[in-house]
């Protein structure tokens, strides 16, 4: 993929938009399908958006192109959660693919439009941009960890641009992003992949003790960002111990969801009808409690 140089629009210019805002959050298969309950989305990324004042629309998997186009000229940002789909071929992959090639399109025309992955949707995303899947083995399914950002990375990004400075020296101090994969992309692999290293600035690095891997990244010419951790986690999952909830580990979550919506409020994609648009709204749906037979404490079932 080749990088252009675009103008960002970055929030000074033009936050003011009143469009309504409006971002996804793709659904992925579940482990064991039942009728009526083939794809889930953990309700923490719902509340995650919806937390600095997004509204989310839930993307299903299996629809089709033209559904999807519709759809992405019916929203202002997508994000790719966490779990455990195939990032190579499932149905989480296929629609991740086609909205991030219509965000690459869109942002080349100027059409502003944000996508975000979080952990599996983080990896999803080092697949999309380099058409490898080139992932290391780590250590890190249950670790909250501090980050190691690289120089100049907490003052001079876009994502960490908004952070409080006492926020940041948080994050760079204490255990607070959380940390839930076995499978990284390696600092030394992201150093030897020019498709990725053109790409993509790595904002922080972790390690699990014998590998470096690449823990943030914001592309350098487009509105795409990814975290191996969980941002969404510390404020909304409760269920595993090692989930931070302090002060601190909850400002995390704010801010980052903050950031992902401010770039959101950059486009003015809307639904054609308000009936189109209540009826694709995540209000539709009830979560349900999971928080006693998984690491979720709610998921919507689909
Ligand atoms: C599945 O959902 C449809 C539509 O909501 C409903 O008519 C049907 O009874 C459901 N099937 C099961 C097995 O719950
Ligand atoms: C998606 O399509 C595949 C292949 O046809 C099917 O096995 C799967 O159950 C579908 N999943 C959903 C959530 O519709
Ligand atoms: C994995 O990391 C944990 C700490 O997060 C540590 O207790 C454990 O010994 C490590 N396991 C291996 C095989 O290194
Ligand atoms: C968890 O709670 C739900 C709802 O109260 C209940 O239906 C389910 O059986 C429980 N599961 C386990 C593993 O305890």
Redesign the pocket.
Known sequence: LSTMALIFCLTKCCNVLLNPLVNCVLAQEVVSPKPNQTAYIAASYVKFLEAAGARVVPVMINKTLEEYKTLFSSINGILYPGGGVSIISSGYQRAAKIFYDLAIEANKRGDYFPVWGTCLGFEQLMYLTSEKSQLSHTNTSGVALPLNFTPGASTCSRMFEAFPPDLVSALSAEPLTENSHQWSLATLTYNTNEDLKSFYKVLSTNTDGNTEFVSTVEAYSYPVYGTQWHPEKNAFEWSRPYIPHSPSAVRTTFYTAHFFVSEARKNFHRFQSKEEESKALIYNYNP??????SAFEQIYLF
């Open positions: 349900v409690y999971t928080g006693n037979a």
